[in-house]
Nanobody, 123 residues
Framework: QVQLVESGGGLVQAAGSLRLSCAASGRTVSSYSMGWFRQAPGKLREFVAFIGWNGASVDYAVSVKGRFTISRDNAKHTLYLQMNNLKPDDTAVYYC????????????????WGQGTQVTVSS
């Protein structure tokens, strides 16, 4: 069983930056693909970023490409999301996910989820 705990969310002004972290338990998590999703009020959970088990493969949603960077430190069992040039539309609860079994931008293909961390971007 994998447990995921996100941190680093908060309130930031537009054009500001935040760095989210996701601490993962379980020795095998280093061999899992991982990802970030977000969900705004009244909207479906949407894909943000993906990273393969060794960091060689990454992918981003079009809306965040060039502004967000996903990375991982397998020695620390931690996933990161560096978010720069934040916009009010980035306001959402951000979730990390581990162990993907299919198309990585679909939430239904992920096996493990964290509880989420709130990111609020003011204009």
């Amino acid at each position: 069983q994998v447990q995921l705990v996100e941190s680093g969310g908060g309130l930031v002004q537009a054009a500001g930056s935040l760095r989210l972290s996701c601490a993962a338990s379980g020795r095998t998590v280093s061999s899992y693909s991982m990802g970030w999703f977000r969900q705004a009020p009244g909207k479906l959970r949407e894909f943000v970023a993906f990273i393969g088990w060794n960091g060689a493969s990454v992918d981003y949603a079009v809306s965040v490409k060039g502004r967000f960077t996903i990375s991982r430190d397998n020695a620390k069992h931690t996933l990161y999301l560096q978010m720069n040039n934040l916009k009010p539309d980035d306001t959402a609860v951000y979730y990390c996910a581990a162990l993907n079994t299919g198309t990585h931008y679909l939430p239904s293909t992920w096996k493990n989820w964290g509880q989420g961390t709130q990111v609020t971007v003011s204009s």
